[in-house]
């Protein structure tokens, strides 16, 4: 701090008895913080909530690794690595890389419809329901039949699904939120970076050109 003048002793001696008030100068204002910007997300944040669209160097780990298994559980590394169970299936370009539809059809797996009776058989619906979809974007193909072969109706019906016509609004935010067919989509099945394996009906040209 600086004073506008020096006190002396020679001063305070003229002054005598009087009573003055010493007046300092303000000392000057600290510079205002910077306010620091947000850290980018960095690539590994984006989409963490979607498991099957990580990097394809991440997908397919070994158990203990796999972020879903308790790496400190005393079976977990006597799990077979999904790397090497799927090595013999059909292959796929998204997810974890296994077309599951085509290993049905092929018969290299078999799953079991119900957990406790190894002799229940599946229910196979043969019903495809078709989601029109605004844009030039083929409209969507719903096939019951490739869904029933590993689930009941009540996976989906009616806490996921109502069983009628109109009563289900279906948006690509709501399943990228993990809703309605996000429930299973990029979990446990292909991600929504797949885009043709559902959106497979092409529109009538004639009709966009309208």
């Avoid at 020096?6 to 008895?17: F, H, N, V, W």
């Avoid at 979607?50 to 203990?64: A, E």
């Avoid at 409209?139 to 009628?164: A, E, G």
Wanted: glycine share 6%.
């Amino acid at each position: 701090m600086k004073r506008l003048f020096p006190i002396t002793p020679a001063l305070l001696c003229l002054l005598g008895g009087l009573s003055i008030a010493v007046v300092e100068a303000a000392a000057p204002a600290d510079p205002p913080a910077k306010t620091e910007a947000a850290p980018a997300a960095s690539a590994a944040q984006v989409n963490t909530f979607n498991r099957l669209m990580t990097p394809k160097s991440d997908r397919n780990q070994p158990p203990p690794l796999d972020g879903i298994h308790d790496p400190e559980g005393p079976g977990t590394k006597t799990l077979q690595a999904p790397r090497d169970a799927f090595s013999a299936l059909p292959k796929s370009s998204g997810g974890n890389y296994v077309n599951w539809v085509q290993a049905l059809k092929d018969k290299a797996i078999n799953p079991r419809y119900d957990r406790l009776n190894p002799k229940e058989e599946p229910m196979i619906m043969e019903l495809d329901i078709v989601r029109e979809v605004k844009g030039f974007m083929p409209d969507v193909v719903y096939p019951h039949d490739r869904h029933t072969q590993w689930l009941d109706c009540s996976n989906c019906h009616p806490d996921i699904f109502v069983p009628q016509k109109g009563a289900n609004t279906i948006s690509m935010a709501q399943i990228l939120m993990g809703q309605k067919c996000g429930v299973c989509h990029g979990k446990v099945a292909f991600p929504v970076s797949e885009c043709r394996l559902c959106h497979s009906k092409k529109k009538d040209q004639a009709l966009l050109k309208k």
